[in-house]
């Protein structure tokens, strides 16, 4: 491939950025990267570096046999990613997680990219929509994506989720949910388009733990606003709960958790207050706790829910949170190799697509360079297996997710299809993750078809 090959435009140099320039620039494909600091900063960036690490330092878990985070940066690591090669360079001791020094790792991650020959930085913002001679344009501008070109993707998506606190709601695995308790029923038997009229989990409540639910809730440890963040209202749509079961002791009975139309199997009653859960995605191993969205400690959110008859046993997918946003409907306007649908020129990637935390939006940038040079290239490149960590994170973003209540979502072996044999707790995860770097490698590299 030859230097005269139309270059790829990557809008953003943050992690997710920053990996799929890499990735275009190791296949062979000039790279233009344009990073907006200093010329215009952020209110959370403190340097003008690629790839800078504005909150924790940590990559979390780096067990590939038994987490999916930790899976995932063995998948990584195996296609060459430059996010992990900086991360392994400058980690520093955390356990078993992957902490690195932050100014060493953005260090590391710009003078590499500066130093390929393919990559060109430039300094300045994207202003609204890339220009039109732009045919291919990777956009990974995170969660604080620049008004201008917020409110261009919000004009051409149609979309009104860019520039609210997005409350979110926690996530349960099934297979933790105590189903001698909770009991499948919608409110009056009604179905929906997709439904059979039994298409949410119920967990039910007396009178003294309902009382005891709220009074907890209300008395909670709850996380504050970062300075930046305090001054963007609440979403009007989506309240955390605590705020709603603020304005009186009765009022979750009237909204999330009124009981009316079910009818405890067990007792045949109906009772006091009811918690639903909701399937969130195809496979069904994941299902989101109905209107639950909060800004409650995690510590707090974990021991609050066990509390819940039904979820006493409960593991989390992810737990619930509240804070400044910026991402697509991904599910509803990007197609499988993460192009909007709207306009094929636009790739989206990085945390922008709906994924969460640092890992993860550098995995999903490194899915768009590979998709976008294989494009440029005139080749055909499918999306990674949904057996793999990479495909089960983006298969949940373009399609495995409900549409409606879509949110930001961490990897987890819930986005995993299940495995055979019944295998649970460990030996389950040690399965997958076998699974998935296996049909990892198969993707890497193919077995080329025999000659006729």
Not at 66 to 78: K, S
Not at 134 to 142: E, H, L, N, P, Q
Not at 174 to 202: F, M, T, V
Request: aromatic share 6%.
């Amino acid at each position: 491939m030859t230097s005269s090959t139309k270059s790829v435009h990557v809008v953003g140099g943050g992690l997710a950025g920053s990996e799929a320039a890499w990735q275009l620039a190791e296949a062979g494909v000039p790279v233009v990267l344009h990073e907006m600091r200093p010329v215009r900063g952020t209110e959370a960036h403190l340097t003008d570096s690629l790839a800078e690490l504005v909150c924790s330092n940590s990559f979390r878990s780096d067990d590939a046999q038994n987490n999916a985070v930790g899976l995932l940066h063995e998948e990584m690591r195996r296609a060459g990613s430059l996010i992990m090669r900086a991360a392994d360079q400058h980690k520093l001791p955390a356990g078993g997680a992957l902490a690195v020094d932050r100014h060493g790792f953005s260090a590391a991650v710009q003078q590499t990219l500066l130093q390929h020959p393919l990559v060109t930085l430039e300094r300045g913002e994207v202003a609204g929509l890339p220009p039109d001679d732009w045919d291919s344009v990777i956009v990974a501008t995170g969660p604080l994506t620049s008004p201008a070109l917020a409110e261009a993707i919000g004009r051409l998506t149609g979309e009104e989720s860019l520039a609210f606190f997005d409350a979110i709601a926690p996530i349960v695995h099934y297979e933790s949910i105590d189903l001698s308790i909770a009991w499948k029923q919608s409110r009056y038997d009604k179905g929906g388009p997709a439904g059979d009229g039994a298409d949410y989990l119920n967990c039910p409540m007396n009178k003294a733990e309902y009382e005891a639910f709220v009074a907890a809730l209300l008395a909670g440890d709850k996380t504050e606003f970062k300075e930046w963040e305090a001054s963007t209202p609440y979403f009007q749509g989506c309240q955390p709960i605590e705020v709603i079961a603020s304005t009186g002791p009765q009022t979750l009975r009237f909204g999330p958790m009124k009981p009316v139309g079910l009818r405890d199997p067990r007792t045949g009653h109906r009772p006091w207050a009811v918690v639903q859960l909701r399937q969130d995605n195809a496979l069904g191993t994941l299902w989101n706790i109905v209107g639950f969205q909060t800004k409650l400690k995690h510590g707090e959110q974990t021991r609050l829910f066990r509390t819940i008859p039904g979820l006493q046993n409960a593991e989390f997918a992810r737990l619930g949170g509240l804070h400044r946003n910026t991402f697509l409907n991904s599910p509803r306007l990007l197609d499988a190799t993460l192009r909007l649908k709207a306009m094929p020129r636009l790739r989206f990637a990085g945390q922008i697509t709906g994924c969460e935390g640092y890992v993860e939006s550098a995995a999903v940038g490194l899915m768009t360079g590979r998709f976008a040079a294989a494009e440029r290239q005139g080749r055909t490149q499918a999306p990674p297996p949904g057996t793999t960590a990479m495909g089960a994170l983006l298969s949940h973003i373009t399609g495995g997710a409900d549409a409606t209540t879509f949110q930001p979502m961490n990897v987890n072996f819930g986005l995993f299809p299940p495995i055979e044999g019944g295998l649970r707790g460990k030996e389950r995860k040690q399965a997958l993750s076998a699974r998935a770097l296996s049909d990892f490698d198969g993707w890497l590299n193919p077995t080329p078809l025999a000659a006729e």
